[in-house]
């Protein structure tokens, strides 16, 4: 689209500077802890026992077979392990002598409420050309979030990281936001928070067998966009492990070994400069 048509979508915006955007109607998002509740309720419903308030501690083996867990509160037996646990895969890939390329990655996010001029803003707005993106949150309120490289390249201790977004990024991501919406020059900034990607060489999951392990699978590295790409990762990762593929995604593709192959998975039209596609 156009600035002209742009501005009706997005009427509170600065468009100087403005050549084109792209509009999904279809797109949102959607609230990740209600979805994970959902996500387990169904599980639970289907049978699984979920286990909550229990580290694992190390993967079991026998004869070059995995044979379950080891956790704070003892064994789990079974006979297919998928290790999915995201920035901390390597403190139980280490003690089988493997190495994931999964770098722990502190990111923040930045909480504006926003004032009367801005209230009417209900559109969610990924800005490349500031380095920053917006989602509305509840009631007047709208989360700014970085997309710069610099933002994406804080690698932190995953067991020991600042849960607050620090004063730094706030000034920073306020000014981004200003830059696009100056209306957001009389907003009330409410701190923000920090988080955790686990982050590859190319941005996306590594979906494998342990080459040293059998029955061992590593999900793990989403970088990111798990959370969109759940739906379809659970459905490939579970056939994976039952019969050696998935029917209809190549999960080859995602395998381990392609990072010193050289092989990196890469959009086929990627957003130039930016670290998270």
């Known amino acids: 689209l156009g600035p002209s048509e742009l501005a009706r979508i997005v009427p509170q915006a600065n468009l100087d500077g403005i050549a084109l955007g792209v509009y999904e109607p279809n797109s949102g998002y959607a609230d990740p802890m209600a979805t994970t509740y959902a996500y387990a309720d169904q599980a639970r419903n289907r049978g699984a026992e979920i286990v909550t308030g229990c580290a694992v501690t190390g993967i079991n083996i026998s004869g070059g077979r995995v044979t379950g867990v080891e956790t704070e509160q003892g064994p789990i037996d079974a006979d297919a392990v998928v290790a999915a646990i995201g920035p901390w895969v390597n403190k139980l890939a280490a003690p089988l002598g493997e190495f994931l390329p999964v770098t722990p990655i502190r990111v923040q996010m930045v909480h504006l409420r926003r004032p009367p001029s ?107 966009h798990g959370f969109k790409l759940s739906p379809v990762v659970g459905r490939m990762v579970a056939e994976f492990v039952m019969h050696g593929e998935s029917s209809d995604h190549p999960i080859r593709e995602f395998r381990a070994s392609r990072f010193d192959e050289g092989d990196l998975l890469e959009a086929e039209h990627p957003y130039e400069g930016r670290r998270h596609q």
């Not at 949150?137 to 933002?151: N, P, Q, Y």
């Not at 804080?154 to 920073?172: C, K, M, Q, S, W």
Request: charged share 20%; hydrophobic share 35%.
């Open 118 to 224: 801005l209230e009417s803003l209900g559109v969610n707005v990924i800005d490349y050309t500031t380095g920053a993106y917006f989602r509305v949150d509840a009631g007047h309120s709208t989360l700014v979030g970085g997309e710069e490289w610099d933002d994406l390249s804080e690698v932190v201790n995953p067991d020991a990281f600042g849960l607050n977004a620090d004063h730094d990024t706030i000034t920073r991501f306020w000014d981004r936001a200003r830059l696009r919406f100056p209306g957001f020059d009389a907003a009330t900034q409410r701190g923000g928070y920090g988080s955790l990607y686990d982050m590859t060489p190319d941005g996306n999951p590594i979906l494998d067998r342990s080459p040293s392990v059998e029955g061992l699978y590593w999900a793990t590295g989403f970088s990111g």
